[in-house]
């Protein structure tokens, strides 16, 4: 009966990780959502590599989320190259050796737990130029694709056959970075749009 709801739980995961891209697609064609092409190079790496550390630590369903997500983010890295943030800085191309550096580790670390460690601490690098780009431009990412994403990832963890920390601990971060990223936009969007409401008035006072 268990291993139903897991069923459940994983195909309403994948359906979930599905939809939440739909809007971030759209908002990249209209041109209002412009993403980091290293974040999502390094997302379409990290999850395919989670994806199968998944699937030999015995995730089943519940890691196939995970390649779901390798898939769309493979999507989104593209439409990201032409489409996405033109200003790469220092700082982007120091998080992105970083998280390639720690990507490539993941090869010589033949402890699951390790890898999955690695692939975590990578993942945080690689968000790191979404983040400094978010905070400056934060209506330029879709805030409704990271938020679905956190919603998404507590399911694909009640869907996992086997639940350990090498299974529990990749999802469980993802959707913390998801939140963090949410919160950060929502409150500088309201910080920027304060602001431009504080402008009007002293300028039409000049």
């Not at 790469?88 to 999955?116: E, N």
Request: aromatic residues 16%; hydrophobic residues 55%; charged residues 15%.
């Amino acid at each position: 009966m268990f291993y139903e709801y897991q069923i459940i739980f994983g195909i309403l995961a994948a359906t979930l990780g599905i939809v939440a891209f739909f809007p971030y697609f759209r908002d990249i064609f209209r041109g209002t959502t412009k993403p980091h092409v290293f974040t999502w190079f390094v997302w379409t790496l990290l999850t395919g590599i989670t994806f199968f550390i998944q699937l030999s630590e015995g995730g089943g369903i519940g890691a196939w989320v995970t390649g779901i997500e390798s898939l769309c983010c493979a999507g989104v890295a593209v439409f990201a190259y032409t489409r996405g943030e033109k200003k790469i800085t220092r700082f982007d191309w120091i998080c992105f050796g970083m998280a390639l550096l720690a990507t490539i580790s993941w090869l010589f670390a033949h402890q699951p737990l390790l890898a999955v460690v690695l692939v975590v601490c990578a993942d945080a690098l690689a968000f790191a130029p979404t983040f400094r780009k978010s905070y400056w431009k934060p209506n330029e990412e879709t805030a409704m694709n990271y938020a679905l994403g956190a919603a998404r990832w507590p399911l694909a963890i009640f869907a996992l056959q086997s639940l350990t920390l090498t299974t529990f601990l990749y999802p469980a971060a993802i959707a913390i970075f998801d939140m963090a990223l949410v919160a950060m936009l929502l409150i500088r969007r309201r910080q920027l749009a304060k602001r431009e409401r504080g402008d009007t008035p002293h300028e039409i006072g000049t």
